[in-house]
T-cell receptor, first 114, second 111 residues
Framework: NAGVMQNPRHLVRRRGQEARLRCSPMKGHSHVYWYRQLPEEGLKFMVYLQKENIIDESGMPKERFSAEFPKEGPSILRIQQVVRGDSAAYFC????????????FGSGTQLSVL | ELKVEQNPLFLSMQEGKNYTIYCNYSTTSDRLYWYRQDPGKSLESLFVLLSNGAVKQEGRLMASLDTKARLSTLHITAAVHDLSATYFCAVVIQGAQKLVFGQGTRLTINP
């Protein structure tokens, strides 16, 4: 079992460009969570998805950010028209059945906006 | 809104000493997690605490949970350099499917 796979590991974008972050959950896991970590801070919840459904997006900024978890393929966190303040580490986590089971984290994508 | 506070935020200690990291949270929760994060790396799950009075131990680390006091502790016994990392506690909001993380405690263990 390869674990939670995130790519790219590092992503550099200029202001105004789009960033796409990918997350492939562990095999058999249909619950995906995205978190953002700013330097020297804890992780902040962004969105919780199950296959094809957004369950809780209360942590997502209202503009420019979107997430999906299609029936086939990885979960995608999309940030449009990036700004410097979007620079952070973005972590994806997955579980088999929500938070009743252990949550496994990916290695994260470090987004740097120039 | 659930708030999770850890203290201390920074801890520098000598090898062989004991110390405790505290995690306080503001509202009722029935699950608490401890994670370890090495610089530039992802989070490694250490403990899941599910009930009042729960105590779990792994090697030199021991975690406990007091749901009435809304307090968890992570105790380090006879610290070794390999335990240097940032430690996070995270609490599940009751009725919701999200973890709220503390700020993290950066632990440095000096030889």
């Amino acid at each position: 079992n390869a674990g939670v796979m995130q790519n790219p590991r590092h992503l550099v974008r200029r202001r105004g460009q789009e960033a796409r972050l990918r997350c492939s959950p562990m095999k058999g896991h249909s619950h995906v969570y995205w978190y953002r970590q700013l330097p020297e801070e804890g992780l902040k919840f962004m969105v919780y998805l199950q296959k094809e459904n957004i369950i809780d997006e209360s942590g997502m900024p209202k503009e420019r950010f979107s997430a999906e978890f299609p029936k086939e393929g990885p979960s995608i966190l999309r940030i449009q028209q990036v700004v410097r303040g979007d620079s952070a580490a973005y972590f994806c986590a997955s579980s088999r059945s929500g938070l009743n089971e252990k949550l496994f984290f990916g290695s994260g994508t470090q987004l740097s906006v120039l | 809104e659930l708030k999770v506070e850890q203290n201390p935020l920074f801890l520098s200690m000598q090898e062989g000493k004991n110390y405790t990291i505290y995690c306080n949270y503001s509202t009722t929760s029935d699950r608490l997690y401890w994670y370890r994060q090495d610089p530039g790396k992802s989070l490694e799950s250490l403990f899941v605490l599910l009930s009042n009075g729960a105590v779990k131990q792994e090697g030199r680390l021991m975690a406990s949970l007091d749901t009435k006091a809304r307090l968890s502790t992570l105790h380090i016994t006879a610290a070794v350099h390999d335990l240097s990392a940032t430690y996070f506690c995270a609490v599940v909001i009751q009725g919701a499917q999200k973890l709220v993380f503390g700020q993290g405690t950066r632990l440095t263990i000096n030889p």
